[in-house]
């Protein structure tokens, strides 16, 4: 699916579709499609996909195994400059350098227990991905939690001071975006409301941050 041509003029976002029913919701619905211009099936994706690329979605709940034959494809992008989001449980650290991931116990009834908290905060409330989300919006559970490399921020905070979301400006020529949070499949199975408000906030701070990149260069 190619939207690239209505949107000539602004950088362009690709999101790998991993084949399943779920991303193929979260890339149909219009809150969501009207960011990105170019949805790409993985087992497809190539490196000319990426000649004229800005920002790159590896969506949740990719399994890893179709991820890592592409693994030099997309640090490659993220060297030269690209943003690469890496999101939950696509198994980042089988296919990033120096990304540390510890699979946890999913608590699927927290909510359930009277005055619970699921242990995450905003770690920046200042940083403009926030500007249209806040801490229940990146509460639903936990699958996973990552030790932040050295010259990255967490975004999103876990009580023990491991992250779910972290970026990295300072690692690579391009931005990276790696999280533990799996909206995408929440989303796009039509459950799970924080989902939905995470992505809603989300990718037009995608959108909004390669714009931004654009209009400096």
Not at 7 to 36: C, E, Q, S
Not at 134 to 153: C, I, M, T
Not at 195 to 204: A, D, H, K, Q, S
Request: with cysteine; proline share 6%; aromatic share 12%.
């Amino acid at each position: 699916m190619n939207l690239q041509s209505a949107n000539v003029t602004r950088p362009k976002l690709i999101a790998l579709d991993g084949g399943t029913g779920y991303h193929k919701a979260t890339f149909d619905d219009p809150k969501i499609a009207r960011y990105i211009d170019e949805v790409i099936y993985i087992r497809d994706f190539c490196d000319d996909d990426l000649v004229d690329a800005a920002g790159l979605i590896i969506p949740c709940r990719t399994p890893p195994e179709v991820v890592v034959p592409h693994t030099e494809r997309i640090l490659g992008f993220l060297k030269r400059g690209g943003m690469v989001v890496a999101m939950g449980d696509t198994g980042q650290n089988q296919w990033l350098p120096d990304v540390s991931l510890t699979s946890v116990e999913t608590n699927f009834w927290w909510w359930l227990e009277p005055g619970s908290d699921l242990g995450l905060e905003i770690a920046d409330q200042s940083h403009d991905m926030f500007a249209e989300m806040g801490k229940s919006d990146v509460s639903w559970h936990l699958h996973g939690l990552f030790d932040v490399p050295e010259g990255a921020k967490s975004l999103v905070d876990y009580r023990d001071g491991r992250s779910v979301l972290y970026e990295d400006t300072q690692n690579y020529a391009g931005h990276l975006i790696v999280t533990s949070l799996d909206p995408m499949y929440h989303h796009g199975a039509y459950f799970m409301p924080a989902t939905t408000r995470f992505l809603y906030g989300f990718i037009p701070w995608i959108r909004r941050t390669l714009d931004a990149k654009a209009a400096l260069s």
